[in-house]
């Protein structure tokens, strides 16, 4: 199926790795020339050559993302933005434990990263004539969990600001849409520092019984399953194309059935 995103810019944030470097490699594979701001540079982003422009950034630095949108406008402008950034906590002593401090730290990296890379790319996709602006939020938008309450509550303004963006610029041909995955096959899950490992520690069990518990404590897969980076970046694919030309303030699951109550 022709996408149509053949010559099209694209900002990745969050693109050094996990969903991020799907997303960089499936819009590269389309022929989308991808701006991928990340902290760090990697050995396969570099493998992408000449169809992808890397920028080391950390977006909580609210200058970076004017110039991101700088570095899009330089190859002639903007067509899709997809907000990628994001971390999680998690929180095993509970509510009252968490100071504002760790409050204001989650919602740095995965609300106002959101909030001002939109801010400033609006522009330059309206100078387009319009485009698409897909951001990766979670789950925990709509199954908060005391475990992860700051992050569940950061990604639900998430949804909630994309949502009220898609009304105000539909007119001017700007698209905005959300996915929201389950666990994701990614470090952030499954890496030496990840929520599995984190939550072991926490229980006092071996990584599997307590990515187990976990995944049970929220409903469990129904496909018995992870879902891939890949599949999280076939669905971005479709969302930036036209193919999905007439969505907008939508929210696409991709959970593994996780979720039994949508």
Known sequence: MDLGLDGRTAIVTGAGKGIGLAIAQALAGEGVHVIAASRSRTDALDALGDAVTF????????????????VAEERGGLDILVNNVGAVSLRGDGFIAIDDDAWARTFEVCF???????RAA???LVARGGGSVVTV?????????????DYSAAKAAVWNLSKALSKEYGPQGLRFNTISPGPVATDLWLGDHGVAATAAA?????????????????GG?????????????????????????????????IDGGLVKTL
């Open 221 to 253: 897969f129904s496909t018995g399953r992870f879902t891939q980076p890949s599949e999280v970046a076939d669905l971005v694919l479709v969302l930036a194309s036209g193919r999905a030309g007439n969505m907008t303030g939508s929210d696409v699951l």
């Open 122 to 124: 609006i522009p330059a």
């Open 137 to 149: 939020g979670s789950v925990n938008a709509f199954l908060p969990d005391p475990g992860v309450v």
């Open 55 to 70: 920028v080391s950034a950390d977006l909580t630095d609210p200058t970076v993302p004017a110039s991101l949108v700088a």
């Open 112 to 118: 106002f990263s959101m909030l001002r890379m939109t």
């Open 202 to 218: 926490q229980l006092g069990v071996d990584v599997d019984t307590a990515r187990d518990a976990v995944i049970a404590q929220q």
